[in-house]
């Protein structure tokens, strides 16, 4: 056992001194300067340690222990001093151990591992660690070394009964005498009672006689009533036993009544648990159920419209259908219009227009040529007149025919223009219908691409729809599970919240942190807590595995101790809490242990857990010596038997020292119930989240799908807009082509008509230059020949018929010309163009003029598409419906199990009432048979007191009325009663005084025969105590004189040491007044030393004071050594010492901490290097705006420190003694009579010639203690 840690806060110097890194359990050097709070610190140890100076403390005491400085004030301080615990001198279970004692203005207060105690509890504890109140030298302060220097001879025995512990046996002996007092002053008592008493006696014997008579009637009287007594004592008695049997009946009821009223009260509060859930399901179900009826009535809503639209659209489609016919019967009949028009046209019209205008060009070619004739004539004659030679006329009629050859040259220039003009036209007429009939087929492919896509759009929106109403489904899915989810994390949050709470909060925080830290930095070798590494077997052992394991199901196992200072440095720097971890690599635990083989216990760790073989160290450290045993006894048998604690399946519980502890266990606090709560909450939430996770990766492959498919869409609808555009423009250029067709055909028609008119001109034009040639050449005449005339009488006639045949011709002409326009453009204007209309509408064309055709495919499109949206509405009306349905049934179950609940708890509660009722009841009725039972104790008593009264009687007398009835006692003592008043003028108090005075006697004898017998006892026992009082001086000085003389040898290798103790009879003629123990021999233990082996032997007062402090040293480590404590605290130890003598301590510091066999902690304060040079850790203490703080130091900083304040010192030393010596100088030399009080003291040393190295050293040291004392009070 030793010092861990000390935490101070608010105590003196120290405001908040947070947790220092752990003591050494060898030896801890603290340096500082003065003033630091070295003291300070060392005060607050003993403060927390309930040392003598700190045992009562009054509130001026406490105010002044606070600490003040700048700042807030501090209304509270306290020191805690963690033990490390893990030898188990501490009677505390675990490994570590907490001591804090806080004070405040009006508060005084004491913690042991975090649970408040009394004074008392820490007083034994430490006693029972070896803390002794007769040896306070564990801790050894400033001062305490000069106290012992100066002790006188007297005062050492003082010391040393003190430490042997006879303050106990003086107390007891005291108390003895006091006791003996007592008891001679009521034996005085009782002798002089017992005088008076025969006095009263022998007065009463005159009236003995009627006395006798009296008794005699008297012991019948007696006789019977104790009789009587005796048989209702016998009935009191038995009635007391019927109530007691009664009471355990109803004890048993009562008990079954409380186990009952629990159950039903957990009952209840289950139940209100679940009533609260299916209320919230219910309030949940109502939010659900009226947004989905807001679904459903839209979605309704929506397939109602949908159902009506597609109403409408099929009524439209069914009259399109209608349409359709009569457009196709309308097509039939214009076709045939068109075939018989054309067929007209071929057959008859055209020909008989062609004829007719054949025959009227004929004639009228006829004609023209007759007067032509007729003309040439008139103008021969008149050209016979005009010239009047020959040659004259042939050179006009050369050159008339010069022009007129030149005038039909370009009459059959143009004729030929216009024969190429019309063979172009009829090209491009030809070329225009190709391009129409494949701009057409190229219509009809891009229409049924358009159809095409029309049809994947609607499959496209078929499926988005059924994905889009799958995504819903998951959605709504989602939003089932996050509800779940959520609920969960409400469960798991109430689970780690009553985990929390059954675990100390330091300890909570810890392990979260710990989590936090080891999932964040992925730490390995981290096990968990001892809790999440086992199992249960069966749950019926969770109440036995819970209190055996205690608090240690929270520590954390580790697989080393470097996982576990990580973690721990983790915690220190984050201030997150503490936990115990359990290294696996440093846990010592035996490879096989000895279980008792019997069938009354078993060992838990094999027959009631479960755990993983890698910690099988630490579950054998936590359980490895627990028993599950059958009942108490066999738990305190086989406890005790081999050193193991055992404990029973309700949790009572027998440690291997043999205390026991037990009673009632909450089982709503057990901790194992909590963390398999915790468990299974975070199960099912990782269930549930999983399925959340997978749900939301499936609803996002659909999201991922419906985006495909809707860029598709996209895609699709831009393709189909496109092509509608193609087909628009396709429909536009056909269209344009042929109007221009049409139009080119009436040029070519029209040119068709010209040419055979110019062709006759032309014909008659040569006809004419045939005349003139003719002519030239003849002779000119002025008048006509006869067959001139004959000639133009024949032309004239055939003019004349000409014409009136022409005007019959002109008619016929008209007429076939009407009807060939009529009939051409009833083809043109009319019947193609219907055609067209039709043929776009059948074919649901997009020209623009066929908004018919485009209007049924257009409506063809929305009734496929609306019946594929109200196929969608109505699978999400039924999907709503059923959802609805299933929502009123999840809401009608949850009211359901709500009212079911409710009736549930309201039969609890009345069966909780019952309970209650019955409570009361039971209650009343043991109140009543306590009464009862108080009445028969009270009846019991006051027969037995009555039988005492009546005193003893013959057997006797006794057996002749024990076959009597109480009816016949009454009666017979009736009869007594009447004999007696017979001797009524007898003095009846004088008798009972006779009586009393008798018993009286016989008892003032008996208890002066026992105080005769105690005084002798005590007389005996103070013998005994100054027996083993000057025994336990005896042994207490033997072994403080061997350690003595031992330590001594240490310190000094060349010198002796010895204690000797002083007699009575070493003082002959001196008495001494002052000698309080008047039974002892002993007066007082002188101290003999010697430096050297063969010099002198000196005692104190011959001593310097440098040996001085030598020697208190050697008897402070004697006593210790008498009387070891677990540790020791020593304050300045080595201030008078020289550097020899300071090594020596320290060397012997050293191998008493280290030793094998008993070692032990040191915590020192030391203004020297020699300890520091030997300390384990050395530790710092530095001092700031009055505020104190202790850190870690390593030993070279310390050394640095120790010799930055040597150097001071050396300074202030020689500024000192130079002082010293000019003072030296100015002053006289001769009368120089003032000295250092050690020096005194080595001057008057009987020794004067021979002193050893020690000596001078210690007379240096004195004066650099001088010195030093000097320069403190400088620096302050």
């Known amino acids: 056992m030793h010092i861990k840690q000390v935490i101070v806060s608010g ?148 010391l040393l009964k003190e430490v042997a512990g006879t303050t106990v046996y003086d107390e007891k002996r005291t108390d003895s005498i006091k006791q003996m007092k007592d008891n001679e002053g009521h034996r005085v008592k009782i002798n002089e009672v017992i005088t008076y008493i025969e006095e009263r006696l022998s007065e009463l014997e005159s009236e003995k006689e009627e006395l006798t008579a009296y ?107 209608d349409t359709k016919k009569t457009m196709e019967a309308d097509l039939k009949k214009v076709v045939k219009e068109i075939e018989e028009a054309k067929a007209k046209l071929r057959s008859t019209v055209i020909p008989t227009y062609d004829t007719a205008r054949k025959n009227l060009a004929e004639t009228t070619a006829k004609k023209d040529n007759a007067f032509e004739q007729i003309k040439g004539i008139y103008a021969k004659q008149g050209r016979g007149a005009e010239f009047t030679t020959e040659a004259s006329r042939d050179k006009f009629l050369k050159t008339t025919i010069k022009e007129m050859n030149a005038n039909i040259a370009d009459k059959e220039a143009t004729i030929a223009s216009l024969e190429d003009t019309l063979s172009s036209l009829r090209r491009s007429i030809e070329s225009e219908d190709k391009a129409i009939n494949g701009q057409e087929n190229d219509i009809k492919k891009k229409q049924q691409m358009l159809t095409k896509i029309s049809s994947q759009l609607i499959e496209k929106t078929s499926e988005r729809n059924q994905h889009a109403e799958d995504r819903r489904e998951r959605w709504r899915a989602i939003e089932e599970l996050a509800d779940k989810i959520s609920e969960e994390k409400e469960a798991k949050a109430r689970a780690d919240s009553d985990l929390r709470k059954a675990m100390p909060r330091s300890t909570a925080m810890g392990l979260e942190a710990l989590a936090t830290i080891v999932k964040d930095e992925k730490i390995k070798g981290y096990h968990g807590p001892i809790i999440e590494n086992f199992t249960l077997i069966d749950p019926k052992f969770r109440t036995a595995v819970e209190v055996s394991a205690g608090n240690a199901l929270f520590h954390v196992v580790v697989d080393n101790d470097d996982t576990a200072a990580k973690l721990m440095k983790k915690l220190e720097d984050g201030k997150l809490g503490r936990v115990t971890f359990m290294p696996l690599s440093k846990l010592r635990v035996p490879s096989k242990i000895d279980y008792p083989e019997s069938n009354d216990v078993v060992p838990i760790v094999k027959r009631c ?192 018929e000409s014409e009136e045949i022409m005007d019959e011709q002109t008619i016929v002409l008209d007429k076939a010309s009407d009807e060939r326009d009529k009939l051409q453009s009833l083809l043109r204007d009319n019947l193609n163009r219907r055609m067209t209309e039709l043929t776009d509408a059948l074919s649901g064309g997009i020209s623009s003029s066929s908004t018919l055709g485009s209007d049924i495919a257009e409506r063809k499109e929305r009734l496929e598409n609306r019946l594929q949206d109200l196929e969608v509405a109505e699978r999400s009306a039924e999907a709503a419906e059923l959802r609805v349905s299933e929502a009123k049934n999840a809401m009608n179950s949850a009211k359901e199990n709500t009212a079911k609940y409710k009736t549930q708890v309201e039969e609890l509660k009345a069966k909780e009432l019952a309970n209650q009722q019955g409570l009361d009841l039971a209650a009343e009725n043991a109140e009543r048979l306590l009464n009862k039972r108080s009445m028969c104790v009270a009846k019991r008593e006051l027969y037995m007191r009555k039988i ?116 009575s009879a070493d003082e002959e003629e001196e008495t001494d007044a002052g000698d309080k123990t008047e039974v002892s021999m002993f007066r007082g233990v002188q101290i003999q030393v010697k430096f050297t082996k063969n010099g002198d032997n000196f005692i104190m007062s011959q001593l310097s004071g440098g040996q001085k402090a030598l020697v208190a040293m050697a008897l402070i480590f004697a006593i210790q050594r008498c009387d070891p404590a677990p540790f020791y605290l020593f304050d300045e130890l080595d201030q008078a010492l020289d550097s020899t003598h300071r090594a020596a301590v320290a060397a012997l510091i050293q191998r008493q901490a280290s030793s094998e066999e008993n070692p032990t902690q040191f915590i020192t304060s030391t203004f020297r290097p020699e300890l520091v040079s030997v300390a384990s850790r050395c530790y710092g203490i530095s001092h700031q705006n009055k505020v104190s703080n202790i850190h870690m130091l390593t030993k070279k900083d310390a050394m640095s420190f120790i010799a930055n304040l040597m150097n001071e010192e050396e300074a202030v030393m020689e500024v000192a003694d130079s002082s010293t010596v000019n003072r030296s100088v100015r002053s006289n030399i001769g009368s120089s009579a003032t000295v250092d009080t050690d020096e005194e003291e080595e001057n008057v040393s009987p020794v004067k010639n021979v002193k050893s190295k020690g000596e001078e050293e210690g007379g240096k040291k004195t004066r650099s203690t001088a010195s030093g004392g000097r320069r403190k009070k400088a620096r302050t």
């Open 948 to 1063: 005492q009264e009546l005193g003893s009687l013959p057997s006797g007398e006794l057996s002749a009325h024990a076959d009597l009835t109480i009816k016949d006692l009454m009666k017979e003592l009736e009869k007594g009663n009447k004999k007696l008043k017979k001797y009524s003028h007898v003095n009846k108090k004088a008798y009972d005084q006779y009586v009393n005075f008798s018993e009286q006697r016989e008892g003032l004898l008996s208890r002066k025969e026992e105080l005769d017998v105690g005084a002798k006892k005590v007389t005996e026992l103070i013998e005994s105590l100054d027996k083993q009082k000057d025994d336990a001086i005896n042994r207490t000085f033997r072994g403080v004189s061997s350690h003595f003389k031992d330590v001594f040898q240490e310190l000094c290798p060349d010198g002796s040491g010895e204690l000797i103790m002083k007699t």
């Open 215 to 321: 008794q005699k009637l008297d012991r019948e009287r007696r006789a019977l009533e104790y009789t009587l007594y005796d048989k209702e004592l016998r009935r009191a008695r038995e009635a007391l036993d019927e109530l007691e049997h009664a009471r355990s009946d109803d004890a048993e009821a009562t008990a079954e009544l409380h186990e009952s009223a629990r159950s039903v009260t957990d009952t209840i509060g289950s139940i209100e648990r679940q009533m609260k859930q299916a209320n919230a399901a219910v309030r949940r179900a109502t939010v659900d159920l009226s947004a989905l009826e807001s679904e459903l009535t839209a979605s309704v809503t929506r397939r109602a419209q949908l159902e009506l639209e597609v109403s409408d659209l099929k009524t439209l489609a069914s009259s399109d259908a």
């Open 609 to 800: 857990i479960k755990f993983n073989p890698a910690v099988k160290a630490a579950m054998t450290m936590v359980f490895g010596r627990k028993l599950l045993a059958k009942n108490m006894e066999a738990a305190s048998l086989w406890s005790k038997e081999f050193d193991m604690d055992a404990v029973t399946m309700d949790g009572d519980e027998v440690n291997s020292k043999g205390a026991l502890q037990g009673g009632f266990i909450d089982s709503a606090k057990s901790k194992l119930q909590a963390f398999d709560a915790v468990q299974k909450a975070k199960g099912n939430l990782d269930k549930l989240e999983k399925d959340h996770k997978d749900l939301s990766q499936k609803a996002a492959t659909v999201d991922q799908t419906i985006a495909n498919l809707m860029g598709d869409m996209q895609k699709l609808e831009a393709k189909k807009a496109n092509l509608q555009h193609v087909l628009e423009s396709t429909a536009k250029d056909v269209s344009t082509r042929k109007a221009r067709s049409e139009t080119r055909q009436v040029q070519a028609d029209q040119q068709g008509e010209t040419l055979p008119s110019m062709r006759l001109d032309v014909e008659g034009l040569r006809m004419q230059v045939q005349r003139l040639e003719e002519e030239v050449g003849t002779p000119l005449s002025t008048t006509l020949s006869d067959a001139e005339r004959a000639t133009l009488a024949e032309l004239h006639k055939t003019q004349k």
């Open 11 to 158: 105590f003196r110097s120290f405001r908040n001194q947070g947790e220092v890194e752990p003591f050494s359990s060898g030896h801890n050097a603290v340096v500082g300067r003065n003033g630091s709070g070295k003291s300070n610190f060392f005060d607050a140890i003993q403060f927390a340690l309930l040392a003598p100076k700190f045992a009562v403390l009054r509130q001026e005491e406490r105010s002044a222990m606070l600490h003040e400085g700048a700042g807030a004030s501090v209304m509270s301080a306290f020191c805690e001093i963690v033990f490390d615990n893990s030898d188990g001198r501490l009677s505390v279970d675990g490994d570590e151990v907490v001591l804090r004692r806080t004070i405040g203005l009006k508060k005084d207060e004491f913690f042991l591992n975090r649970k408040r105690v009394n004074k008392n509890d820490v007083h034994s504890l430490l006693e029972s660690a070896g803390f002794s109140k007769s040896n306070p030298y564990y801790i050894v302060q400033q001062g305490k070394v000069n106290a012992l220097c100066m002790m006188k001879d007297e005062e050492r025995l003082a």
